[in-house]
């Protein structure tokens, strides 16, 4: 069965910096991972999509990378705003079955 | 397009009372998902359907739990008796096929007391 970790499971920066949120899981035979962010008392927004055929995917100030063999991808935002605070999740597709991180909680303080 | 839409988006009902929470996925979309998510466990996968059919039901937690789709634009997810250990929020997703991006409707929130 899927294992997803996310690391770390809360993390506070100042305005302006750049951040690497980690995703790692322990099944490599993946169809594609996701990335989301949650706000509080809301649904899951999609950030990005990357392919198991694919290196990385970038929209924005959001760089998404996958290393498939590793068994790890990393969600990189740029210049970070208040904005950007909410809850990031990976999801792994195995298959059709998605299996998500418990998630990262960011606050990006003004 | 409308997105995935859930309905209600917040339920209060008393122990061992029926609930049933309804989604309508995007059109076009054939796959469907729902998931609950708590604060201990995260989301969970509960079930998934492929053109209606449901395909992996393993993370249905007990048998009071039942899942439907009729058709291509409904879904629903029944709890009867519901339970206080129920209390969730329940989210309906999909997808146009295997490998494309998860589509994800505000969730219903459920209290049972």
Known sequence: KQEVTQIPAALSVPEGENLVLNCSFTDSAIYNLQWFRQDPGKGLTSLLLIQSSQREQTSGRLNASLDKSSGRSTLYIAASQPGDSATYLCAVNNNNDMRFGAGTRLTVKP | ?113
């Open chain 2, 1 to 113: 397009d409308a997105g995935v839409i859930q309905s209600p988006r917040h339920e209060v009902t008393e122990m061992g009372q029926e609930v049933t929470l309804r989604c309508k996925p995007i059109s076009g979309h054939n796959s469907l998902f729902w998931y609950r998510q708590t604060m201990m466990r995260g989301l969970e996968l509960l079930i998934y359907f492929n053109n209606n059919v449901p395909i992996d039901d393993s993370g249905m937690p007990e048998d009071r739990f039942s899942a439907k789709m009729p058709n291509a634009s409904f879904s629903t997810l029944k709890i009867q008796p519901s339970e206080p250990r129920d209390s969730a929020v329940y989210f309906c997703a999909s997808s146009s096929y295997t490998g494309f991006a998860l589509h994800f409707g505000n969730g219903t929130r459920l209290t049972v007391t």
